[in-house]
């Protein structure tokens, strides 16, 4: 089913299309007014929360041969989704060594942290703006990928 709008009655051509532009509404104008006002007084800083990742998962729950326990990980992150994703840099990357990709271009969608089963997100802190969105706390394991060069 489609959004379009026909106007003008039964004998004008449906284009498919509305007259509605892409942030003009009223609150995306609000938004951009509020970042540019806070730009200028300084205040650019971004609110985060801090969240704990914690391995949920049995240690001898077959998820973990793809993806091993990089244990318990706190990061600075707007959401407990993006707290996920944050994590990820904690873990190596193919691209950062002589190592070639399974299924896409980036090994950082197979991460542990992005497994649900693997581990649990728990909000500490919410609301602040001293912090820089990364990770807080936590170890690169430097041997989840073999490189191709021994």
Known sequence: MSNATQGGGVSHANTGTTATNFGGSVESRAQREDAA??????KASEVLNVYRLEPTAAP??????????????????RTAGDARIVATGLE??????????????????????????LYTVIELENGRVDLTRGVVEGE???????PTQL
């Open 140 to 146: 690169t394991v430097v041997d989840l990928i073999k």
């Open 92 to 117: 190596l990357d193919f691209q950062e060594i002589d190592s070639a990709p399974a299924d896409d271009v980036t090994t950082r969608n197979a991460s542990a942290f992005r497994d649900e089963k």
């Open 60 to 77: 001898s729950d077959p998820r973990w041969d793809n993806s091993p326990s990089m244990g318990v990980v706190t990061v600075a992150a």
């Open 37 to 42: 006002r806070l730009e200028a007084q300084g």
